[in-house]
T-cell receptor, first 117, second 111 residues
Framework: GAVVSQHPSRVICKSGTSVKIECRSLDFQATTMFWYRQFPKKSLMLMAT?????????EQGVEKDKFLINHASLTLSTLTVTSAHPEDSSFYICSAHTSGGESTEAFFGQGTRLTVV | GEDVEQSLFLSVREGDSSVINCTYT??????LYWYKQEPGAGLQLLTYIFSNMDMKQDQRLTVLLNKKDKHLSLRIADTQTGDSAIYFCAEMASGTYKYIFGTGTRLKVLA
């Protein structure tokens, strides 16, 4: 199946700094990618839809100035957590989609565990 | 609203069958999915079912869909210790690639 690579898998940063997480589709082009956040022992919550060449669409309650999304190419979307605080510590997962064949399927990255100290 | 609910925990003995249930509210969902998440890892797609199907079987996995009751289930036959993980159901609404995930069911398989 298609491969989505997310980097880094783990990152620890100090409060007030910014962290960039990359999501790459390795063997297909993705005009749309999604960013999710997972709190401990909770489900995944959609944060935003990343659209290649245009602005991201954020879900209600997600601060767009804090979580900057850039989708500069058909294979790369980045999520930057700006001025990180301990409450931003979470597991962030991206997904990208292919279409055609029997179903429309999402492929997920491995996730990034962010710890803000 | 778009709420997808699952029971939080399930414990079974090795070799038994596991049944994980999910209820959803968006009747326009085109596809419904089951994902597996092992500790500290991303999501692994297990199987999916199209909304016009009632059942789908894939080796040890059987998915049942009751559209009238908006109920989805995943049955794992001959459950093994390696099946211990969190299982998420997810729906994708028609015309969008957005996924709404269930709350997740933590399956524990006892040897």
């Amino acid at each position: 199946g298609a491969v989505v690579s997310q980097h880094p898998s783990r990152v620890i940063c100090k409060s007030g700094t910014s962290v960039k997480i990359e999501c790459r589709s390795l063997d297909f082009q993705a005009t749309t990618m999604f960013w999710y956040r997972q709190f401990p022992k909770k489900s995944l919550m959609l944060m935003a839809t990343s659209n290649e060449g245009s602005k991201a669409t954020y879900e209600q309650g997600v601060e767009k100035d804090k979580f900057l999304i850039n989708h500069a190419s058909l294979t790369l979307s980045t999520l930057t957590v700006t001025s990180a605080h301990p409450e931003d510590s979470s597991f962030y997962i991206c997904s990208a989609h292919t279409s055609g064949g029997e179903s429309t399927e999402a492929f997920f990255g491995q996730g990034t565990r962010l710890t803000v100290v | 609203g778009e709420d997808v609910e699952q029971s939080l925990f399930l414990s079974v003995r090795e070799g038994d069958s596991s049944v994980i249930n999910c209820t959803y509210t968006d009747s326009s969902s085109t596809y419904l999915y089951w994902y597996k998440q092992e500790p500290g890892a991303g999501l692994q797609l297990l199987t999916y079912i199209f909304s016009n199907m009632d059942m789908k079987q894939d080796q040890r996995l059987t998915v049942l869909l009751n559209k009238k009751d908006k109920h989805l289930s995943l049955r794992i036959a001959d459950t093994q210790t390696g099946d211990s993980a969190i299982y998420f159901c997810a729906e994708m609404a028609s015309g969008t690639y957005k996924y709404i995930f269930g709350t997740g069911t933590r399956l524990k398989v006892l040897a």
